[in-house]
């Protein structure tokens, strides 16, 4: 690939910014390392120094001060208490005019650059960007439409219903079972629920991340998760954590996880993952790249949990670990998903 000015979009206000931040500087090394003239910017706080109007003239290290992720979520407040202007507009101060100077934009955000909002104001400007369209954004975001897409084109998942805050279940509650905000990821907002007593306190606590919640039928089993990119699936990685569920201390935190790919199950079971990451692809309408999420139960059943359209790209990420597998360091990784985007 010829050198490309790149800004590696990262950070934000959500609750999975100390993983974009993660993602967003492991990308910006892979990067530089390519020979690419490659500027780190934080969507949400922007930039505030000299010579913004042709940033890609500057040089220094754009990921100096940027922290590792802690076992907790960070406190959203104290960031938008960092920005003198208050936060009535998402993008911070000149982060649209730097990403009209880049070739492309690398998306590394996680929540709040998942839901296509991002992604429809770039499209409107002109500005390239790696990952899904507005649409197919929005779509995966929403976990209770995308499980409708996969119980009308036969997508197997676990059964669910949404509900509103301040709405009564529309059907009565089996346990164990699954309480999750609607619009989320990283595990923020997702709890498994043994009892009524347990069920009630997560309904509470997932309100507060998201006006709707999803509840969902617990499938006990193995965890998995299968990248896709162009349509094409990656081996499956298995998941399993050395204790509890997959959860964000689980997700991020070196040695809390036994992560195992190629996935050691038999061949016919890698296949039905694999087909059933690229029938989510199509149903979805993904582009570029995306990885979904699955259980299998004791039964040797999948269940497709969710699809996530801008992957971690951290240290201990899944998405690069699958395409170890088949032979591409994390570099030609980052250098993939440049060129496969800006075919989309």
Same mark, same amino acid.
């Given at each position: 690939?010829?050198?490309?000015?790149?800004?590696?979009?990262?950070?934000?206000?959500?609750?999975?910014?100390?993983?974009?931040?993660?993602?967003?500087?492991?990308?910006?090394?892979?990067?530089?390392?390519?020979?690419?003239?490659?500027?780190?910017?934080?969507?949400?706080?922007?930039?505030?120094?000299?010579?913004?109007? !042709?940033?890609?003239?500057? *040089?220094?290290?754009?990921?100096? =001060?940027?922290? %590792? $992720?802690?076992? &907790?979520?960070? @406190?959203?407040?104290?960031?938008?208490?960092?920005?003198?202007?208050?936060?009535?507009?998402?993008?911070?101060?000149?982060?649209?005019?730097?990403?009209?100077?880049?070739?492309?934009?690398?998306?590394?955000?996680?929540? !709040?650059?998942?839901?296509? *909002?991002?992604?429809?104001?770039? =499209?409107?400007? %002109? $500005?390239?960007? &790696?990952?899904? @369209?507005?649409?197919?954004?929005?779509?995966?975001?929403?976990?209770?439409?995308?499980?409708?897409?996969?119980?009308?084109?036969?997508?197997?998942?676990?059964?669910?219903?949404?509900?509103?805050?301040?709405?009564?279940?529309?059907?009565?509650?089996?346990?164990?079972?699954?309480?999750?905000?609607?619009? %989320?990821?990283?595990?923020?907002?997702?709890?498994?629920?043994?009892?009524?007593?347990?069920?009630?306190?997560?309904?509470?606590?997932?309100?507060?991340?998201?006006?709707?919640?999803?509840?969902?039928?617990?499938?006990?089993?193995?965890?998995?998760?299968?990248?896709?990119?162009?349509?094409?699936?990656?081996?499956?990685?298995?998941?399993?954590?050395?204790?509890?569920?997959?959860?964000?201390?689980?997700?991020?935190?070196?040695?809390?996880?036994?992560?195992?790919?190629?996935?050691?199950?038999?061949?016919?079971?890698?296949?039905?993952?694999?087909?059933?990451?690229?029938?989510?692809?199509?149903?979805?309408?993904?582009?570029?790249?995306?990885?979904?999420?699955?259980?299998?139960?004791?039964?040797?059943?999948?269940?497709?949990?969710?699809?996530?359209?801008?992957?971690?790209?951290?240290?201990?990420?899944?998405?690069?670990?699958?395409?170890?597998?088949?032979?591409?360091?994390?570099?030609?990784?980052?250098?993939?998903?440049?060129?496969?985007?800006?075919?989309?």
């Amino acid at each position: 690939m010829e050198a490309m000015k790149i800004v590696v979009l990262t950070g934000g206000i959500s609750t999975e910014r100390d993983v974009s931040l993660s993602s967003g500087s492991m990308i910006y090394q892979a990067l530089c390392e390519k020979g690419h003239n490659v500027v780190l910017v934080d969507v949400f706080l922007g930039y505030e120094g000299e010579g913004a109007e !042709d940033i890609f003239r500057l *040089r220094r290290d754009w990921c100096a =001060d940027t922290a %590792g $992720i802690l076992n &907790t979520h960070p @406190d959203l407040d104290e960031i938008r208490a960092l920005r003198p202007d208050g936060d009535r507009m998402y993008f911070g101060p000149h982060v649209i005019s730097i990403c009209r100077q880049a070739d492309i934009v690398f998306m590394a955000l996680h929540g !709040d650059g998942e839901n296509g *909002r991002i992604q429809a104001a770039f =499209d409107l400007m %002109g $500005i390239r960007y &790696t990952g899904s @369209d507005y649409v197919s954004s929005a779509i995966a975001m929403d976990k209770a439409l995308a499980k409708e897409l996969f119980f009308q084109n036969g997508i197997p998942t676990p059964a669910s219903f949404a509900l509103k805050r301040g709405q009564q279940e529309p059907e009565a509650v089996s346990f164990p079972c699954v309480v999750k905000v609607c619009s %989320g990821g990283s595990s923020v907002g997702v709890y498994i629920c043994e009892d009524a007593a347990a069920y009630q306190e997560a309904r509470r606590e997932a309100y507060t991340y998201d006006d709707t919640v999803l509840v969902e039928q617990y499938i006990r089993g193995r965890e998995f998760s299968v990248g896709v990119i162009e349509g094409k699936a990656l081996p499956a990685i298995e998941i399993a954590p050395l204790n509890g569920f997959y959860d964000y201390k689980n997700k991020y935190q070196a040695g809390s996880t036994v992560e195992t790919c190629p996935a050691d199950i038999p061949e016919e079971a890698e296949m039905r993952l694999r087909s059933t990451a690229e029938a989510v692809f199509r149903v979805l309408r993904l582009k570029a790249y995306a990885r979904m999420d699955f259980m299998m139960n004791e039964a040797g059943e999948i269940f497709c949990l969710e699809a996530n359209t801008l992957p971690g790209m951290t240290p201990t990420s899944l998405l690069p670990q699958e395409a170890a597998a088949q032979g591409m360091d994390y570099g030609t990784l980052c250098e993939h998903l440049i060129e496969v985007s800006l075919r989309k």
